[in-house]
C-alpha cells in the first residue's frame, strides 16, 4: 500500500513538471474530423510521416506547435489522472465476484 502511494505521489508531481514551454505537435485530422495529436512514422519507402494519435491516419495538414495549456484546451489531459475509488479489480474490493471477497 505504501509503495503505491508512493507512486501516486511521484506520479502526480510529473503534472507539475511539464513546463508550458514545451512544444506537442497537432494537426487537423481529416478522418478524426478534428485537431489532434501526431506522430511520427515510416511509410513504406522508409519516408517519415505525421499520423494522428487516435487513428493511424496520415496527416497531411501542416502542424501547429502547442504548449501544454493550448493543448489541455484543444481537449487533452497531460500528467497523471488519479486512480478512481472503487473501480473495479481484486485488489479494489469494487468487483465482489471473485473467491477472494470475505
Do not use: Q
Not at 494537426?27 to 474530423?33: E, I, K, L, T, V
Amino acid at each position: 500500500m505504501m509503495r503505491e502511494w508512493r507512486e501516486d505521489v511521484r506520479l502526480a508531481s510529473m503534472r507539475e513538471d511539464v513546463s508550458n514551454t514545451a512544444a506537442f505537435p497537432t494537426a487537423n485530422c481529416a478522418s478524426c474530423g478534428k485537431s489532434v495529436l501526431t506522430y511520427v512514422s515510416l511509410d513504406e519507402r522508409g519516408g517519415e510521416v505525421r499520423c494522428c494519435v487516435h487513428c493511424d491516419g496520415v496527416i497531411a495538414d501542416p502542424l501547429r506547435w502547442l504548449n501544454a495549456s493550448e493543448l489541455e484546451a484543444e481537449g487533452y489531459e497531460i500528467g497523471y489522472r488519479p486512480r478512481e475509488e472503487k473501480s473495479g479489480g481484486c485488489g479494489s474490493g469494487g468487483c465482489g465476484t471473485c473467491a477472494t471477497r470475505k
